[in-house]
């Protein structure tokens, strides 16, 4: 597979020259732009490196449009156009600064990711029966490799969450069933278990049986019997908690919330949807309890605002923020 070209410099560009840049690039867009206003972003362009990154980043999500189904596209900038000039500019240089972490983050994805074996997108799940016969379910934004050998069966989970139920082991010499993530390696004792993949951590919940961990930079290992939740870096394994059975009901497109903080709630519920979803700061600490449907978030926003002294405030239907009501 071909190196992508990078699509704009990653330098710094202060906020004022992004706006600057939604604001030519909505002048475009609109069919209403001269000869004279093509000329002058030609001058404006050309003012620093800085302008011109901030051009290119401008071009490149707009370009990025083009990569989800046309209707999508039309109804989203269509409704950014029609919020307002000054509001519709705002929310596009919002997009514009976000776009270099999410390149960024894009291109340090391993190979293999895009490569993978099992994937799931933003949103769906997946289940499945291995070789062995373990049945394998993927949650939303899921990327797993499966490798199973003469002498190993091994999964590498290198993004999201699944749920496992290991099967007995047809092969004439007994092979051990084990789970790589990036902070370490699980081998699973007879067991059904959920890992999560994030954020330079890996969680691990048994449901049955047990499940050792051990970290790739630490000394030692653990072992993690059912009941019990474990938290674990590539250096750390924290103390045990109660397994809670979250897995359990995602696998039926639910999730479960107890005395949950908001801003926690948002940020698993931002798992299944595509587009960003956000929790003002004013009310992330609201406690909150509670079945909320993962299948249909809208439907999950809606009953939080029934519930709540909050209210969904929609710029598009793909950038939406829960704040005070």
Known sequence: MPELAHPFPLCRIEPAVLEEAADWLTLLRSGDATDEDRSSLEHWRCQSDMHLAAWQRAESVMGAFGQVSAPVARGTLSQLENAGRRRALKAFALVLMVAPVTWVAYRQQPWREWQADLQTATGEQQSLDLADGTRLVLNTSTVVDVSFTD??????????????????????????????????????????????????????????????????????????????QRLFSSTRIYPPERAVDNAELWEQGMLLAREMHLGELVRELGRYRRGVLRCAPAVASLQVSGAFPVNDTDASLTLLQQTLPVQVSRITPWWVTLKAR
């Open 151 to 228: 002498n190993v069966r091994s999964l590498a989970l290198l993004q999201g969450e699944i749920l496992i139920t290991t099967g007995k082991d047809p092969a004439p010499v007994a092979r051990p069933f084990l789970v790589r993530t990036g902070q370490g390696q699980l081998r699973a004792l007879g067991t059904r278990f959920a890992v999560h993949q994030s954020d330079g951590q890996t969680r691990l919940s048994v449901y049955e049986g047990a499940v050792e961990i051990v970290p790739y930079d630490a000394i030692g290992k653990v072992v993690v019997v059912a009941g019990e």
